[in-house]
């Protein structure tokens, strides 16, 4: 039996039964990821292919098929594809854009994805995993963006909010936000306006009548007319909320409220989709929000000559800088591209699920080490001059703090 599926059930946790079904209820001879999308040129994402056998001896091998997007490439593996008659290839082959090789079934027996990764690919998460380099989920909280549960009504862009001809008093309950078309090529470039009447207690107004008085305008042209609409909002419903007016998640327990310096990133994307927040002046509407977990081991008692609270803080600042550089490498998005799912144009998903487990160095402790501290100091200069990656020097540094060589390769 062969089947075509959205590739994203191989790696999504809400499929682990029906893989683990699969593998039952057969014996699995083939794994294909189908990166060329104009293969199937209906599809808004990447395609994935299996073929079960039942009745014969288990093998302790299957096929594995990786291809890219370049328009072609799915053609030629499938042609080198027929040429082993079925059986796993005795040695891997294939290009920079398809890879073809055999893989051990035990991968297939865990409770965890599928990830069908290349030779290649699994040397250089070997390679990091031995070298016990962290994880971005140990060294960053990733969160979903504030979720407003209407955009339209609370989320306008320049030209609408001039439009609205709000009074001063009013605006102060708005915020500076962020969507899909904010962020590029590593910079904040475009920014939204988001209503937000809420405050580290809860919802900022007491009732309607606070509300009204306190944003009339607003309230009359844009909350009166919609109440209906916005009292319907599954979440206002479920949580029996009297704030009608108020954002679906407002994330005022994680990052909304908190003027600590951050990173923050589209929710698709892949080289240049991450930006500094220096201040948290930013609410990621579309996006991401990455939250250090530690600052700069930095004792400004043992260095109160050299030190000051400032400089610490300085100091911290110039690593998140060196982050977004890294960030935005094409070797980090190709170790994000291991284990993410892909989307119509070659973009990743950005979730906490997917790159939380992509291994990064920690740069706060490379900073403070002669070897690597320089390094860090390129990143973090790359990021304030907004150089390009010219050359691939960029993707060098990285793999030098990474300690992997071949991340450093185009």
Excluded at 88 to 116: E, H, M, Y
Excluded at 205 to 227: G, I, Q, R
Aim: hydrophobic share 40%.
């Amino acid at each position: 039996m062969g089947a075509l599926f959205p590739a994203n059930l191989l790696t999504h946790e809400s499929a682990t039964p029906w893989r683990e079904s699969l593998a039952a209820a057969g014996d699995v001879r083939l794994i294909a990821r189908i990166g060329d999308f104009g293969l199937f040129s209906q599809a808004l994402v990447h395609v994935a292919c299996i073929v079960l056998t039942k009745g014969g001896a288990p093998s302790r091998e299957f096929t594995a098929l990786v291809t890219g997007n370049e328009p072609g490439v799915t053609g030629d593996a499938l042609r080198e594809l027929r040429k082993t008659h079925g059986s796993p290839p005795a040695r891997a082959t294939g290009d920079k854009q398809w890879n073809l090789f055999s893989a051990d079934t035990s991968v297939l027996g865990r409770k965890l994805p599928w990830r069908i990764l290349t030779p290649e690919q699994r040397s250089i998460i070997d390679a990091l995993e031995a070298a016990q380099t962290p994880t971005v989920g140990s060294l960053f909280n990733i969160a979903q963006g504030v979720q407003t549960g209407n955009l339209k009504l609370f989320l306008f862009n320049e030209e609408e909010f001039r439009h609205l001809k709000l009074p001063a008093k009013e605006k102060r309950y708005f915020r500076d936000a962020l969507m899909t078309d904010s962020i590029d090529d590593g910079r904040i470039l475009k920014k939204y306006h988001m209503f937000f009447p809420h405050g580290k207690n809860g919802p900022i107004f007491e009732d309607e009548a606070a509300l009204s008085e306190a944003v009339p305008t607003f309230y009359k042209l844009v909350l009166k007319p919609n109440e209906a609409l916005l009292r319907s909002r599954a979440s206002i419903v479920r949580a029996n909320r009297q704030d009608w007016w108020g954002l679906m998640r407002p994330r005022t327990g994680s990052f909304a409220l908190s003027n600590e310096p951050r990173i923050v990133s589209k929710f698709f994307g892949a080289e240049g989709s991450f930006a500094l927040d220096e201040v948290g002046r930013y609410l990621p509407s579309t996006g991401h929000v990455w939250t250090p977990k530690r600052i700069l081991n930095l004792s400004v008692e043992e260095h109160e000559e050299e030190w000051s609270e400032g400089v610490a803080e300085a100091a911290s600042i110039e690593v998140l800088r060196a982050y977004v550089t890294l960030l935005n490498s094409r070797a980090f998005v190709r170790l994000v591209s291991f284990r993410s799912v892909t989307i119509a144009g070659g973009q990743l998903d950005l979730s906490s699920r997917f790159v939380a487990p992509v291994h990064i160095p920690d740069l706060w402790e490379k900073s403070q080490t002669p070897l690597y501290s320089e390094l860090v100091r390129a990143l973090a200069s790359a990021a304030v001059k907004r150089e390009a990656n010219s050359g691939g020097d960029i993707d060098r540094i990285v793999a030098s703090l990474y300690g992997v060589p071949e991340l450093g390769k185009s």
